[in-house]
T-cell receptor, first 110, second 111 residues
Framework: QKEVEQNSGPLSVPEGAIASLNCTYS??????FFWYRQYSGKSPELIMF????GDKEDGRFTAQLNKASQYVSLLIRDSQPSDSATYLC??????????FGAGTRLTVKP | EPEVTQTPSHQVTQMGQEVILRCVPI?????FYWYRQILGQKVEFLVS????????KSEIFDDQFSVERPDGSNFTLKIRSTKLEDSAMYFC?????????FGQGSRLSVV
């Protein structure tokens, strides 16, 4: 069973703070790692992907991957109320099949 | 930006009826997926489709479900003899390595 685990939250941070979202996965053969944002009632929206160990930055977002620890995280700097959503971690295997974590609900308070 | 189109956006059906959910994926993508999300729960993998065949299916995807790509463009999910617990949002996705596009979803309500 290929598992993707996330803390369900809710995670609450004040506006302007750094939000840190974590994800672990069980399949060591996992290839690519994705972070999606999902607003209530909407489809998942891709924020970032990462496939190499280390950090990848895109604007206010930084993804961090540690394959040895089977851990991937997402940092959101200068959090805004509009960042309030559920953040889904997703992992693809070598068949390109994608599995999702349960999601972490983030609330950014003004 | 390319998009994945799903129809219907919402369908209400009586328990025991058959439902067909339709998706038009990205034309030059090769991998297509169906996911299910029950209200308030996680996004669950149902099935992946590659080269006009099922590539992998989850334990959820039993004999009640089937997928087809009947005309080379539309990608359908058929649910036979629907049950109350099939009520969920069904998402179609086109995924290619680092590109992924989700449709807006089809909400199925079984009453």
């Amino acid at each position: 069973q290929k598992e993707v685990e996330q803390n369900s939250g809710p995670l609450s941070v004040p506006e302007g703070a750094i939000a840190s979202l974590n994800c672990t996965y069980s399949d060591r053969g996992s290839q690519s790692f994705f972070w999606y944002r999902q607003y209530s009632g909407k489809s998942p929206e891709l924020i970032m992907f990462i496939y190499s160990n280390g950090d990848k930055e895109d604007g206010r977002f930084t993804a961090q991957l540690n394959k040895a620890s089977q851990y991937v995280s997402l940092l959101i700097r200068d959090s805004q109320p509009s960042d309030s959503a559920t953040y889904l971690c997703a992992v693809t295997d070598n068949n390109n099949d994608m599995r999702f974590g349960a999601g972490t609900r983030l609330t950014v308070k003004p | 930006e390319p998009e994945v189109t799903q129809t219907p956006s919402h369908q209400v059906t009586q328990m025991g009826q058959e439902v067909i959910l339709r998706c038009v994926p990205i034309s030059n993508h090769l991998y297509f997926y169906w996911y299910r999300q029950i209200l308030g729960q996680k996004v669950e993998f149902l099935v992946s489709f590659y080269n006009n065949e099922i590539s992998e299916k989850s334990e959820i995807f039993d004999d009640q479900f089937s997928v087809e790509r009947p005309d080379g463009s539309n990608f359908t999910l058929k649910i036979r003899s629907t049950k109350l617990e099939d009520s969920a949002m069904y998402f179609c996705a086109s995924i290619r390595v680092t590109e992924s596009f989700f449709g807006q979803g089809s909400r199925l309500s079984v009453v």
